[in-house]
């Protein structure tokens, strides 16, 4: 019987999964201080300098003294990363999001490989250490090396908790709760500007915003393998116990006979790897076009996210109010994927994104006061759409990915993710020459993105492709995915006989009862 099948009948958003989702989801509020911590902790300190003559801005000379007016104590007022020194402020971020990127490659290629609990595990305990370590790094080298440690361990950790919710959830809800996921990500975003703002020391900030998370490492023990990575691996028994227990934790009876899975005969046994995503035409093209949207959505999304200390005024309250442009992102798309579908909702919200930033153009030249507010309102319209975009393209690449090269996909596609937010602040940089330059190179981007999702097939109530094979049937125009399902499975039974039999056995006995236990 087919696993999404199974997940109908002991429920596909039960009780118990709704824990479980909720406990792997808080996981994402440290990943969330974490990656943008440095806004914080590498914000520019109001300084003078203390001999006559001297300037201290960004491209003059290194100055004989500094001193710091600023209430903040950031790494650069401890290291005096200033004047000829101050790019390496912004080089910290850049580091971490390369360890991100190359995080999310190799430890989403383990779990595919090891499972997915095991990487959690491992990629969110590494996280909580080096984090906390850094913020007793006694040089910028050191802490410079322990961030790109724990950009490594993030990139792993928000793959595997996502990929871990999402396959214990059924096809009906999936939409839903894989959208949702990204409100866990945005609440880390609330609250990290209200702490930074309480706490200014940059190395007590750090310690907070990681040490309580300990916790989670205790918690380990309740949180089950996937299911489903259990079947494609031909762990039968283990998954079917795990179906079991979330059956009875649902409080459902279900005969062990309807919890019997039987994993696709082309995957069991295989191992996969990053050149399998290009092993045929169909999911080459997937993964080029995923590959695009992903790197584009982050580099809008933190492109504009940089730009909201140009908006003028305190950095704690416009870094609150960019993330709150978020929220009503994420509960949108949490109807419109399911009212729409997952591909017109990330081509939708991808044109409007780029359509605001293009708007900008017309504006930012303006020295009027109202051009500046006509500015400000389009950008957090920007922001609204890629925030929009960002939550859709999570579900949607989970359901595109077949199993087998799930968790391996989306670290390839998180890879291209974190190769968008590296360049973000260079694209913003090349503002100095041309102001509206960024912008436009962020509304081109997004709106481009938007158009190339149309090739994509759509996963709306469609069953998780399994193997390499199953990628692409979803995009067949005018036929039921369930048709060539069924052709699939003919062409193998044919082949060998007598497995045909005993599977068409055991199926009618299945449905026979099935329809016992739901009369």
Request: net charge neutral; hydrophobic share 45%; proline share 4%.
């Amino acid at each position: 019987m087919e696993f999404d099948h199974v997940l109908r009948i002991i429920g596909e958003f039960g009780p118990h999964q709704r824990r479980l989702y909720v406990l792997l989801n808080l996981s994402l509020i440290p990943a969330a201080f974490q990656l943008l911590l440095h806004v914080f902790v590498g914000a520019e300190p109001i300084r003078i300098c203390s001999l006559p003559n001297e300037t201290c801005n960004r491209n003059s000379s290194a100055c004989a003294e500094v001193e710091y007016s600023s209430k903040s104590f950031t790494i650069i007022a401890e290291w005096n990363l200033v004047c000829k020194h101050a790019f390496k402020a912004d080089l910290v971020q850049s580091v971490l999001m390369t360890g991100s990127l190359f995080g999310a490659l190799v430890l989403g290629t383990l779990a595919d490989k090891y499972g997915r609990r095991k990487i959690w595990y491992i990629s969110f305990t590494g996280l909580i250490v080096f984090a906390f370590a850094s913020s007793f790094a006694p040089t910028y080298k050191v802490y410079t090396l322990l961030r790109f440690l724990t950009g490594f361990f993030v990139g792993g950790e928000i793959l595997s908790a996502f990929v871990l919710a999402t396959e214990l959830i059924g096809p009906s809800y999936r939409g839903f709760a894989g959208t949702m996921a990204q409100c866990f990500f945005t609440c880390g975003l609330l609250i990290l500007p209200i702490i930074a703002y309480l706490v200014r020391d940059w190395r007590t900030l750090t310690v907070l915003l990681s040490l309580p998370f300990c916790v989670f490492i205790l918690l380990f023990r309740i949180v089950p393998e996937s299911a489903r990575w259990l079947v494609i691996r031909g762990r039968l028994a283990e998954a079917e116990d795990v179906l079991s227990t979330i059956a009875r934790k649902n409080g459902i009876a279900v005969p062990k006979v309807l919890l019997q899975v039987s994993p696709p005969m082309s995957v069991v046994g295989n191992r996969y790897g990053c050149l399998d995503l290009f092993s045929n035409l169909k999911i080459a093209k997937i993964t080029l076009v995923l590959f695009y949207l992903w790197f584009v959505n982050t580099l809008v999304y933190y492109g504009l996210s940089l730009n909201t200390k140009h908006l003028g005024g305190d950095i704690y309250k416009n870094f609150f109010l960019s993330s709150l442009m978020e929220v009503p992102a994420y509960l949108t798309s949490v109807c419109l994927i399911n009212w729409i579908g997952r591909r017109r909702s990330i081509c939708y919200y991808m044109m409007i994104g780029g359509t605001a930033c293009l708007v900008c153009l017309f504006f930012q030249t303006g020295t009027k006061p109202v051009y500046r507010i006509l500015t400000t309102t389009f950008a957090m319209i920007g922001k609204f759409g890629i925030s929009a975009s960002f939550a859709v393209i999570y579900v949607y690449s989970a359901e595109l990915l077949p199993t087998v090269v799930r968790n391996v996909g989306m670290g390839v596609c998180s890879m291209a993710s974190r190769i968008g937010g590296i360049c973000s602040p260079f694209v913003v940089f090349l503002g100095i020459y041309s102001r509206p330059l960024p912008m436009m190179i962020f509304g081109m981007c997004s709106f481009s993105a938007g158009l190339l999702s149309l090739v994509l097939p759509e996963t709306l109530n469609k069953p998780l492709p399994e193997s390499l094979e199953e990628t692409g049937f979803e995009g067949v125009e005018g036929v039921m995915y369930e048709q060539l399902e069924m052709e699939q499975y003919t062409r193998v039974l044919d082949a060998n006989e007598d497995v045909f039999h005993t599977n068409d056995s055991d199926f009618d006995e299945d449905i026979a009862s099935e329809k016992t236990t739901f009369i």
